[in-house]
């Protein structure tokens, strides 16, 4: 069972930058892609960023592009997502999640597609 937990949100102001890590805590199993999603407040969970596993192939949504780089360390299971030059807009819960499934085009981008998820780690932008 893949168990996610996140770390490193916080408050920062705009123009800041956080790194924020998602470690697998369970059992280590077969994972195609790990992406991140976040949620704002009366918001749907909206795609950020996501990687596949094996390979490193990264895609980026065209509203954090060029600011959030999504990474990953597999010796140590680990997930990250640098976010460079924050903005108020990014205000949300950040949440990591894994997908079982081997896609082969890439990573996908709907949140219906990924079978595991951390609890979430809030990151707050003031202006």
């Known amino acids: 069972q893949v168990q996610l937990v996140e770390s490193g949100g916080g408050l920062v102001q705009a123009g800041g930058s956080l790194r924020l890590s998602c470690v697998n805590s369970?059992?280590?199993?077969?994972?195609?892609?790990r992406g991140w999603f976040r949620q704002a407040p009366g918001k749907g969970r909206e795609f950020v960023a996501a990687?596949?596993?094996?390979?490193?192939?990264?895609s980026v949504a065209d509203s954090v592009k060029g600011r959030f780089t999504i990474d990953r360390d597999n010796a140590k299971d680990t997930l990250y997502l640098q976010m460079d030059n924050l903005k108020p807009e990014d205000t949300a819960v950040y949440y990591c999640?894994?997908?079982?499934?081997?896609?082969?085009?890439?990573?996908?981008?709907?949140?219906?597609?990924?079978?595991?998820w951390g609890q979430g780690t809030q990151v707050t932008v003031s202006s």
């Open positions: 999640a894994a997908d079982v499934e081997d896609r082969g085009f890439g990573v996908a981008l709907r949140p219906g597609a990924y079978a595991y």
């Open positions: 369970g059992r280590t199993g077969s994972t195609y892609a």
């Open positions: 990687i596949t596993w094996s390979r490193g192939r990264a």
